[in-house]
């Protein structure tokens, strides 16, 4: 009997699950998914962990568990090495490891406070955008909505403090800075590691995608219209055209994919 397809656990709009879900689709790994609301996942994480990790996404295989997008990366390229997102010489290779590892750590947080913080200010688009998180029999109930919404607000508020406004400060400053990285690494070049996709550039993009909002990317709606005043003005940069691109030339779903959420 042939082991069962991976599993990924993961949160539908959150872009460290994009980041696990654009590297299973890129490797045209065979899997399925499964997605909670942010909040109702942290139980499910640390019992599908054993205690080590209480954050989606986690991917389950056979005979393994494996929670962080950059350790299910690593996995993955042991278990699928090709096509492989780690650059093959051992200088590129250390690069693409370096910049995943200041993306995740340097930007990813900055942009998921940031967009929670201007999204739980526009209670309407944040109840619209509830049907995402709801079982199917409760979309389009306003009751349902509106709990949901209520929820995500406290729980974001808890978890992140995105109700802050030095925080969103920092994280606009945190995120311009992103930028800035991204242009000087490339430095006019295609990709950041080499002459080839890697590890790097579906972080850097995948990272970016809630504040870019890419059409191969999750659909998120219109940003509220604090986020379109301060990402406008950011369209013409060549870091922005950058992930637009990388998602238009990279971001393909695999066909062998059984996407449930």
Do not use: C
């Amino acid at each position: 009997m042939s082991a069962p397809e991976p599993l990924l656990w993961h949160i539908w709009l959150s872009h460290y699950s994009e980041k696990a879900r654009w590297a299973l689709d890129f490797k045209r790994v065979p899997h399925r998914r499964r997605a909670l609301p942010g909040g109702f996942h942290m139980p499910l994480a640390l019992a599908l962990t054993h205690g080590e990790i209480y954050t989606f996404p986690v991917l389950v295989f056979d005979d393994e568990v494996v929670g962080d997008s950059s350790a299910i990366i690593g996995a993955l390229e042991r278990r699928f090495p090709e096509p492989s997102l780690y650059p093959e010489d051992p200088v590129e290779r250390r690069r693409a490891l370096d910049l995943e590892d200041w993306f995740d750590e340097e930007l990813g947080p900055s942009v998921r406070l940031l967009a929670w913080h201007e999204l739980v200010k526009d209670p309407e688009r944040l109840t619209r955008m509830m049907d995402q998180f709801l079982p199917p029999r409760a979309r389009g109930t306003d009751a349902a909505r509106s709990a949901a919404a209520r929820f995500a607000v406290v729980f974001t508020d808890l978890r992140y403090g995105v109700k802050s406004d030095e925080s969103a400060e920092r994280s606009r400053e945190r995120v311009l800075a992103g930028l800035d990285r991204l242009e000087a690494e490339l430095d006019g070049n295609e990709y950041l590691a080499g002459d080839r996709f890697s590890v790097a550039d579906l972080t850097a993009a995948a990272l970016f995608y809630p504040l870019v909002l890419p059409p191969e990317g999750p659909d998120l709606g219109d940003a509220p219209d604090a986020l379109e005043q301060f990402r406008a003005p950011l369209e013409a940069r060549p870091a922005f055209q950058w992930v637009l691109e990388t998602y238009r030339r990279h971001r393909h779903l695999a066909p062998a994919v059984v996407a449930v959420r």
